[in-house]
């Protein structure tokens, strides 16, 4: 009996050591595929064709969906689409929906990688993104100043530099969701100290 619970134990051990490595190895793609990208010139021209791929779901004008279901990047930095491409393809970031269309093969490389997102930070942004209620405001705005601002910038612009997104403009509902996710740890990719500003946000902060 003790033998048959050691080697379960074992085997256990074994596993979590396998998709610990597993995952490692992902961040350490896609941080390679980001620094590769981040370094080349970024032909426009180029990026626009690669982003025909991308207008599917996004829209030719990169506006994604009031709804939320697509998120709006137009405008977004160049980094941050970098950075999420790379996550996508080397699946730091769980997104089933993208990763196909993401994949080198219908994508290409780090040169097309960088070519997109140049396009794609350079494309004016939707005037009327999807928005809340707008019942919490006082409370939403607090909750950013006191929160949010010392990464994602006073007015939501987002810092290149450390690829942290712009999320002025973007969907309310997209807004949500993606805080939900972080909030439980369903995204992979997100920062660890987001993670733990907001593990005490209730659900009417978030909503907020």
């Known amino acids: 009996?003790?033998?048959?619970?050691?080697?379960?134990?074992?085997?256990?051990?074994?596993?979590?050591?396998?998709?610990?490595?597993?995952?490692?190895?992902?961040?350490?793609?896609?941080?390679?595929?980001?620094?590769?990208?981040?370094?080349?010139?970024?032909?426009?021209?180029?990026?626009?064709?690669?982003?025909?791929?991308?207008?599917?779901c996004h829209r030719p004008e990169g506006w994604g969906t009031q709804d939320g279901g697509y998120p709006q990047i137009a405008g977004q930095l160049s980094s941050v689409i970098i950075k999420q491409l790379a996550d996508i393809r080397a699946r730091n970031r769980a997104n089933p929906i993208m990763y196909p269309f993401a994949e080198p093969r219908i994508l290409g490389g780090a040169q097309e990688i960088s070519d997109?997102?140049?396009?794609?930070s350079q494309l004016p942004m939707l005037p009327n993104n999807g928005t809340g209620p707008g019942r919490d405001l006082v409370l939403g705005e607090k909750l950013y100043t006191d929160n949010c601002v010392d990464c994602h910038g006073k007015?939501?612009?987002?810092?290149?530099?450390?690829?942290?997104?712009?999320?002025?403009?973007?969907?309310?509902?997209?807004?949500?969701?993606?805080?939900?996710?972080?909030?439980i740890g369903r995204r992979k990719n997100s920062d660890p100290e987001m993670q733990k500003q907001i593990k005490n946000f209730s659900g009417r902060d978030i909503r907020a």
């Open 1 to 56: 009996m003790k033998k048959k619970v050691f080697a379960s134990v074992l085997t256990l051990g074994i596993s979590f050591g396998c998709i610990g490595t597993l995952m490692a190895a992902s961040m350490d793609d896609a941080k390679r595929e980001y620094d590769q990208a981040m370094q080349l010139t970024p032909d426009l021209v180029n990026g626009k064709r690669v982003y025909l791929t991308c207008a599917v």
């Open 116 to 120: 997109v997102a140049a396009y794609i």
């Open 155 to 183: 007015h939501g612009e987002g810092f290149a530099k450390e690829h942290i997104p712009a999320i002025w403009g973007q969907h309310y509902h997209y807004l949500v969701r993606q805080f939900q996710m972080i909030k």
